[in-house]
């Protein structure tokens, strides 16, 4: 190969390996072959001109020296397109995106509790015994609590005013056992139920009057917390 030849040649390929150098990191694609034809094409063409006109590769007339520096100029031309096409046309491929988080789980709807609500009921003067207007609202909370068998129920004893301390405690206890005892036959837990006896601490009316004291000779159910 002459000394025109070897330049020609050994300045493509430096110049493909600079250029390529610069987009190793592109994945190789259509733009390298449509580059790479178009360079043979005119790396040929460019040599032949140039072998015949202006002898620039010193290789005489003869054909098939004038042959290998077109092929030569093809093969430097295609080289080089290759990279250059890869360069302006080649693009890198697009990142995958992460898949969205999935929905979050959709959280179960709190079932609302049911209110409950337990009237009390009342006594005669120092007695603890159920009367029977009492049995009568005692069995509707019972149906009640059985119904709401999570439910748990402080039985709690009241008195009047009149009497000891001791006395009327003593009394009010009582009155929340024979509740909770009425409760129990009529079919609710007994673990479910607490009993409390408040004696007089708690009234709900005056004691001055008879009605007022009536009112205050009572036991109540409240749903424990």
Known sequence: MNTGLRFAVTSVLLVTFAVGCACLQKPWGKGTLAGAGIGAV???IATGAAANNTG???IGNDNADKGLA???GAVGGALLGAVIGHCLLDYP???AKAAPPPPPAPQPTPVPQKKIVLRGVNFEFDK???RADAASILREAASLLKENASVKVSVEGHTDAVG???YNLGLSNRR???VKEFL???GVTEGRLGTRGLGEAQPVATNDTADGRAQNRRVELKVAE
């Open 128 to 130: 603890a015994t159920i």
């Open 184 to 186: 129990v036959k009529e």
């Open 70 to 72: 077109v092929a030569t």
């Open 42 to 44: 005119g790396g040929g």
């Open 176 to 178: 929340a056992v024979a």
């Open 93 to 95: 491929a697009p990142l």
């Open 164 to 166: 000891s301390d001791p």
């Open 56 to 58: 620039a590769f010193d």
